[in-house]
């Protein structure tokens, strides 16, 4: 999909005024694949948007799974993630919505960091959930994101497994504001 950025380089992408990615989550994201490695053993993980691909690159370094695969959206984003994975071996790059991609396999790890390019309906926000569980191996991992020092959400289909309160290196929101609280949130299949 075409998508029009105000601003996209190494460090920020900007679409409609919002921070759709900047690098300054990396110390936070870096928090969540150290601790994620401490714990854990991921042959496949799914990663759900590429951005400026922090996060694939941490997924690479701390977790190194077999199988990697990541779907994106846009189609200039989907060049730097097509570049970025001739450096690695076992990343499947997917140009598509992920929520109508053709899954072949299911997940140990599902890290999920889209950005809304557009407010999504309840029906898609069940959908979702719907495919999320679809998606996740018998024990695997639902990651996301959380910004913020704000308690959990409860997510449909799925229960909460490790909920860490982080102080990290201080990131700005999509908004422009800046946080320097941060949790590590995993979720499993009932
Ligand atoms: C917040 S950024 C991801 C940041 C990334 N985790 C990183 O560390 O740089 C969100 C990404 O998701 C992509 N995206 C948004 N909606 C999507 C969708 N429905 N399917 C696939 N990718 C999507 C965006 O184009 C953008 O590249």
């Not at 714990?39 to 590429?50: D, Q, T």
């Not at 077999?66 to 994106?72: A, D, R, S």
Request: net charge negative; glycine share 4%; hydrophobic share 35%.
């Amino acid at each position: 999909m075409k998508i029009n950025f105000d601003k996209k380089d190494n460090d920020i992408i900007i679409w409609n005024n919002q921070i759709v990615m900047s690098r300054s989550e990396e110390n936070y994201f870096s928090e969540i694949f150290k601790f994620l490695s401490s714990k854990y053993k991921f042959n496949s993980v799914l990663e759900i948007g590429y951005g400026l691909g922090i996060s694939a690159k941490l997924i690479q370094n701390y977790l190194n799974p077999q199988h990697h695969t990541i779907v994106e959206i846009s189609d200039e984003i989907f060049e730097d993630l097509e570049n970025f994975s001739l450096s690695y071996s076992g990343i499947e790059p997917c140009l598509s919505d992920w929520l109508e991609y053709d899954y072949k396999t299911k997940f140990d790890l599902i890290f999920c960091d889209p950005f809304d390019y557009a407010t999504p309906s309840l029906e898609m926000v069940e959908k979702k959930f719907q495919l999320i569980r679809y998606l996740l191996k018998e024990n695997g991992l639902y990651c996301i994101p959380h910004f913020g020092d704000g308690e959990p959400k409860t997510l449909p289909f799925l229960q909460l497994r490790d909920n860490v309160l982080l102080e990290v290196e201080p990131y700005i929101l999509w908004n422009g504001e800046v946080c320097n609280f941060a949790r590590i949130l995993t979720y499993t299949k009932y």
